[in-house]
């Protein structure tokens, strides 16, 4: 599985992407995103929704017992998509498809970016098709680090600094992306609207 900062930040990329409008100036950009911190801080909280499985496992003593079962399958994240899009729906009427789809992405990059990271521990990989089948998926050209997660001292272990290091080089250029694309989005537009201005002035 990747860490927190890898499904933070993918999650993050996916709301700029519905919600952020375009901007000009990086002034515009700060006040947008002091606007919009509530609907991001809920697409990073949703990318991570599938690690919740560690929290039942504290009942158990062992917080890896219930890890990359139920909450890792696509019936999962199909059945929570659904669920918080009828609750918004239901409360604010204006829950669009758009939103569902949001929603499926946000849950569904979890599952693909742990899909995509290196496994060493048994049983390998995700039981994406459960309860139809037990089979566990794990790509081959898996890239993301595995995490040392084994004892507390492992979780803040070298290893898991250079983890850590790694995901943000893989994943933060994606939000540097959105929001590059953003902003030249704009300025596109403007461009274009000055060109066909000018041609619309010729004689
Ligand atoms: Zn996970």
């Avoid at 890890?67 to 199909?78: A, N, Y």
């Avoid at 902003?183 to 537009?189: D, L, N, P, W």
Wanted: with cysteine.
């Amino acid at each position: 599985m990747s860490s927190p900062i890898a499904h933070s930040l993918i999650g993050l990329a996916l709301g700029l992407i519905r919600f952020l409008p375009r901007y000009r100036r990086w002034d515009e950009l700060a006040d947008q995103l002091r606007v919009l911190w509530r609907p991001l801080l809920f697409c990073v909280l949703l990318a991570n929704a599938p690690d919740l499985d560690y929290f039942f496992g504290i009942f158990r003593g062992n917080v890896n017992y219930y890890h990359q079962t139920v909450t890792h399958t696509l019936v999962w994240i199909g059945v929570m998509a659904l669920a918080i899009w009828t609750y918004g729906r239901l409360r604010e009427r204006r829950a669009s498809w758009l939103s569902l789809g949001l929603l499926l992405a946000l849950l569904g990059s979890h599952l693909l970016a742990d899909w995509l990271t290196v496994d060493r521990s048994p049983p390998i990989g995700l039981m994406l098709a459960w309860p139809f089948s037990d089979h566990l998926y794990h790509a081959t050209f898996a890239f993301f680090p595995p995490p040392a997660k084994q004892t507390w001292t492992a979780v803040w272990s070298f290893q898991n600094l250079r983890l850590v290091l790694v995901e943000m080089a893989m994943t933060l250029p994606l939000v540097i992306i959105v929001l590059w694309f953003k902003r030249h989005a704009v300025t596109a537009g403007i461009s274009a609207s000055i060109v066909r201005g000018r041609r619309d002035q010729k004689p």
